[in-house]
Structure formats: structure tokens, C-alpha cells
């Protein structure tokens, strides 16, 4: 069987790594960011800007593509890269994380979840069979499993049971595949907040043969420094000559954090949601551009940024788009913060690849900062 | 006196006019169209793509720019151009027609209008003088002067008293210039819809020396034939070496009736407004995204429009965008339709430069078509 996807390893830094991970739309250099598309579009952003950010990968979400357009839809009219207007590579959520937030509208059974939809109250039965055939009709360069999603502070039997299904759940979804040469599919590794059982569900998942492993069910509200202890106890335990993948992590200091523990796939809602509402991480802090004191300020918005298309305008211009709630601002926020974590990656990788562990530690210290709000600002 | 802009007419076919107006930032070739950029931002497009729009000339609201960001704090940043990152010439709108519209939070003397702003509760007291003050302050290339603006239904008298108001405010406006030289005034003609009172109206209004004549206090629900019926009437009472600006018309075909009745300049909120709420003006006519017909349309937008930035998608995808009511589909829709606008005048202007009567009878017709929503669609 030809597999949709390979990883080479190009460098590493103690546990940390530098990669190609090659899918069928193109190589993605990692460690990569994906920025958040969920309905098949970065919100305000288009194709061309995202490249120019320096996104290699685009995450959509099974479910809501699902509901609208309809992956058959999306099939008969090319598939979502052809739908999209983006020719790069693309990694589909499989909505498990979204179904199962939807916690009066779900019932969960071993078969899968039926979810009833905030759009037309309609209910909806997602299996890991199910899952599987969207995104292969819709045509994504990789599909993660369906995976069972718990509350964060779920009792030790219930994250025992949980991790259980979840590893059947994968199971089934590797029978159900009909195009593993067109679309790659990676595992998740749960098990809540307890390091014995992330190891023993890292190790589980890791017996598979899988295209790559994602780490699930952190960046829920646990904090900084639980979330890193998960990652040194799942990490290790992946194939070390696959991709591993972080779910929806975070500030870009979480992401350098695990990127040093050795993850090579990011995305997360941050860059976007936060531009849109008026926030820009810069090497300086985040930065409020509500705040009084940019108002008057005539200097662009991140100095260490030159690539940056929000410093094109001051922030005196930008401070006056947030408050007026106009949509070039959110928009040139957005393509700020996209343009940012993709430096971040871009500096990390550049010194994996030189074996620069002097300038992987001082990028720690720098995105510190940059992930912080400065104080009286 | 230097003055700030002059015009230079290169063409006619009838009344139609084709020509050049100077201002301090540029040329602006009419017929012209300008985008609106109320609070110094066309929403949701910035000034390059503006720029690719075909756009020459920007307006923006002196009433609005006056509370967010405030006129002084524009020009301690550098003027209007440079906040907005738009280095081409900019009109400004008094901010009468906004004032007035806030009918339970106004009073009007003789002296000006007194408005509660619904930001902040305060009262700002808005007089001809105001209003110049404001947009030299703001560095715009063209100031409109300061006039009443009254309801549409407005009796004879009312209307009579209020023309004569607007001649005061006028001459007041033209006392109270500073900086003659670096941005142009243009006087508004009033009337209502009694064409003697249009007619006598722009009459006293051209007597007097100003750098463009607009026409006021149409598209205000009078309908189309109302409307280019008062244009008839005031059009040819205006200087004929001087700019005539039709305020806040209209749809294609309302303003290709205007040029050929001698109009040179436009601005109108249809096109930005219509795309943000799912409306394309397109050679087959104004196509609403929302209907079910588009969702399996694979085809581009307006296959007659090939400069078009939205036609790099698909009609399936734009309607996805709208009915999920995505950033990117409304910016898309607001850049069709503003390349629909510019592409439009650019006809209209073509067709007066070459002398071309019939081509420009050609654009009438096919601008019918396309500012009319198609049956069963």
C-alpha cells in the first residue's frame, strides 16, 4: 500500500525536531503551525494571505463541514482544497472535540455520538466509521480519528474508560479507510490529567501503524505547567520517526515548551480569535489595541515583525479600527498574529536545523514574553 | 490664491462629460466612483486592494472621523492620508446628512446643528465653520460644506426656507477657509423635489466661486425617474469647468443615467453594503448569494468581470461563505463589487473619450441589467 504520507527528520536539538512531513498537496516543514479554518475558510483571511503568512497547512473541522456544505458537496465540486481556493495541504479536526462540547444536545453510545445540530435540530449520528468517510470525501490530506472527549476533570475510571473506547474507536476507523493512499490518518493519545494512564494510552496508540500521533484533551483549562508534564510523559512514548501533533496548543510560548519536548504539528484558535478581537502578540507582549495609550501611538505595531502586513499602519490607526469594531481590523490583526506564530516556527526550525541549542533556548525566553500581557499596559 | 484642485474636460458625448479633476494627491479621472470609507476605512478592504479596485478618490464622514479619532489627533499622526494608509486624494463628507438623520438627538438654529452623539451622550455643536475646521484639520483634499438636510416628504416652504439656509451656511463656510490651497470646497444644491426650487437653488449656488457643485438630498427613497429628473433640472444650471458630484447615488444603472446627464463624480454605500449582506452586482444582474441555486455553482462569480478578486472562487463557495456569514465572503463580495462599480465607470469613460454615443447607449442598457435582481433567482 502507498501511504499518503511520510515524515523525514531533518535535525533535532535534544528532544526537539525538525521535519518534512510530505502529504499529497505539498511538504510541510516542521515544526508547522495550522492555522484554524474550521468552515473551510480562516476567518477574514484569503488563500494568497495565508500563504504569504507562511502557513504550509490548513485545519478544517469534519463536523461543520459536514453540516454545511456537506462533504458530498464539496466532493462533487473538486474537494476541499478545489473549494477552499487553497492548494496547500489540509488537516481536518474530526469534530469529536466540537460534538462532544454540545453537552445537552449529545448522546454518546459505544457505536459513536448522536448530536443534535444547533443549526436545524437535526440529530446527527458521527461514528469513527463516519468520520472517516467525510473526510475522505472531502478529499483532506489527513483525518484524525474520532476520539471520545471528556470533561477535564473526569474521575480516574471514567478517563480508564474513556481511553479504552477511544483506542476501539481508532481501530474501527482503520477498517473503515478506502483511500489510505490519499488521505493520511493519525491517532490521538487521551488520558486526562493522570501520567500513568497518557503513558499507557501514548504507548497503546503508539503499537498502531499510524500516519501520526496527535496528543488530545490538553489546553482544556488544566494550566501551563500540567499541560507540559503530559507532553514529557506522551511524547517519548510516539514512533520517533513519525509526526506527532499537539491539538489545539496555544500561547506561543506552550508551543515552543513542546516543541522542545520533542511535537512537530501545532494549531490553535489563538492568532485568529485573538486578532479579531483586537489583540497582537508582538515581541514586546500581547498587546490590547482597546488600551488608551495606543491612540496617539505613530509606530507599527510589532518593530521585530517587518514582514508583518498590519505594520503597513500605526497603531494610533489600528487602536482606532478595534474601537470602532471595524473589519480591516480584525482582519489585519488576524494576518498579524498568523504572521507572528509562523515566525515563531520559523525561528524554531532554523535552529534545529543548525543544531543551534543556544538559539532554541533564547527563543523560549523571547516567545515568553511575546505570550505575556505586559503589566500596566 | 493657489487654488487646492482645478478640472480639465477631455471629452463629452451630449451632456456626458469625460474628464480630469487635480487634487492635492492625485488625479482622479471622472466619470468617477468613490468607495466610502465613513470612519477612515473602507470596511473590511485595505488600500492596496482598493487601489487594484480601480479606486482614484476615497470618502470619508467629517462627523464620524470628529468622534473616533477626533480631528487633531489625525493630524498629529500625519493627516487622514497617511492614518489611513491611503496615499490617493480623499473627500469628506460634512457629516450634515448624519447629523440630521439623528432627528431625536438634534437641534438646528441658524447658527448650526447641536447633536448628542450616540457614543457618548455628549453634545456637539456642528456649524458651517465646524465642518471646515474639521476636514482642513484632517489634511482632506475635498471639504463639502455644511448643509441642512431635511426630510424628502418637506413642504415647499420648508424646503424654500432651507435652500436659503444652505446659501447662508454656504457663504459662511467660504469665510471661514485657512488653507484654500490645500483642500478644495464644493457647494451643495438643495431643492427638495420641486424642480423650480432646484433650478433656482443651483443657480445661487453656481454664482458663487467654488472648486466643485454637488447635488444633494436625492436618493432618499424618491425613485429613479424623481431622481434623474432633478438632475436634469440642476446638471446643466452647474459651471461647465467645474467638477458636479452627485452625493450618495446609486445603483450602476442610476449612475450611468447620471454621467450621461452630465455628472462627473459618485459615492454611494451600495456596492460595501450590498456585499457584506450577500449581494453581487454582476453583468447578469445583482445576484443574491444566499439562494439555494448557488450552493452546487462551480462557476466564478461574474465571468464578465475576469479582473474580479472573488472570481478566484467559486459561486458554491462564496454562497458557503454567506450563509455561514464569514468575514471572507463579505470582503469578497465588497471587492467584486466595488472592481463592478470601477469597472463600470471605466467603460462609461471610455466611451465619452472616444465619442462614442453608441457604446455609451450600450452601457445603459447593460447596466439595467446588472443593478436589477434577475426573476426566480
Redesign the interface.
Known amino acids: 500500500m502507498t501511504r499518503a504520507s511520510s515524515f523525514d527528520l531533518v535535525g533535532t536539538v535534544g528532544a526537539a525536531r525538525a521535519g518534512v512531513l510530505h502529504l499529497p498537496h505539498g511538504d510541510v516543514p516542521t515544526p508547522a503551525f495550522m492555522p484554524v479554518g474550521t ?8 488563500p494568497t494571505e495565508l500563504r504569504a503568512s507562511g502557513a504550509t497547512l490548513v485545519l478544517a473541522n469534519t463536523y461543520h463541514l459536514w453540516e ?2 456537506g462533504h458530498a ?1 464539496v466532493q ?3 474537494g476541499i482544497q478545489r ?3 487553497w492548494d496547500g495541504p489540509i488537516l481536518t479536526d474530526s469534530g469529536g472535540y466540537q460534538v462532544f462540547s454540545l453537552k445537552d444536545h449529545l448522546k454518546v453510545t459505544e457505536e459513536g455520538a448522536t448530536v443534535r445540530s444547533l443549526l436545524d435540530g437535526t440529530w446527527r449520528h458521527l461514528t469513527p466509521e463516519v468520520a472517516v468517510e467525510i473526510q475522505e470525501t472531502l478529499g483532506v490530506d489527513v483525518a484524525m480519528v474520532l476520539d471520545e472527549c471528556i470533561e477535564a476533570e473526569a474521575s480516574r475510571e471514567r478517563v480508564i474508560a474513556s481511553t479504552a473506547r477511544t483506542t476501539r474507536w481508532l481501530k474501527r476507523a482503520l477498517l473503515a479507510r478506502r483511500h489510505a493512499d490519499r488521505t493520511a490518518m493519525f491517532g490521538i493519545v487521551q488520558g486526562g490529567m493522570f501520567p500513568d494512564l497518557r503513558a499507557e494510552h501514548a504507548e497503546e496508540i503508539a503499537s498502531l501503524d499510524l500516519d501520526g500521533y496527535a496528543i488530545g484533551g490538553l489546553s482544556v483549562g488544566e494550566g501551563h505547567d500540567a499541560m507540559v508534564s503530559m507532553i514529557e510523559v506522551a511524547a517519548p512514548r510516539l514512533p520517533a520517526d513519525r509526526v506527532r501533533y499537539l491539538m489545539g496548543v496555544g500561547h506561543p510560548n506552550d508551543i515552543v515548551e513542546a516543541i522542545v519536548r520533542g511535537i512537530d504539528l501545532f494549531d490553535c484558535v489563538l492568532p485568529t480569535r485573538m486578532g479579531r478581537h483586537g489583540q497582537a502578540y508582538t515581541w514586546e507582549g500581547r498587546l490590547n489595541l482597546k488600551n488608551k495609550r495606543f ?2 501611538d ?1 509606530g507599527p505595531l510589532d518593530p521585530g515583525l517587518p514582514e508583518s ?1 498590519a505594520n ?3 497603531r ?2 489600528l ?3 478595534v ?2 469594531e ?7 490583526l488576524t494576518l498579524h498574529n498568523l504572521t507572528f506564530f509562523q515566525e515563531v516556527m520559523r525561528q524554531a526550525r532554523a535552529a534545529v536545523v543548525a543544531g543551534d541549542a543556544a538559539g532554541l533556548e533564547d527563543l523560549r525566553r523571547r516567545v515568553k514574553i511575546a505570550s505575556s500581557s505586559p503589566g500596566g499596559r
Open positions: 468552515l473551510g475558510t480562516v476567518k477574514g483571511i484569503d454545511r456544505p458537496r462533487a465540486l473538486g473549494f477552499m481556493g491612540q496617539d505613530a502586513p503597513r499602519f500605526s494610533a490607526y487602536a482606532h479600527l474601537r470602532c471595524e473589519l480591516l481590523g480584525k482582519r489585519l
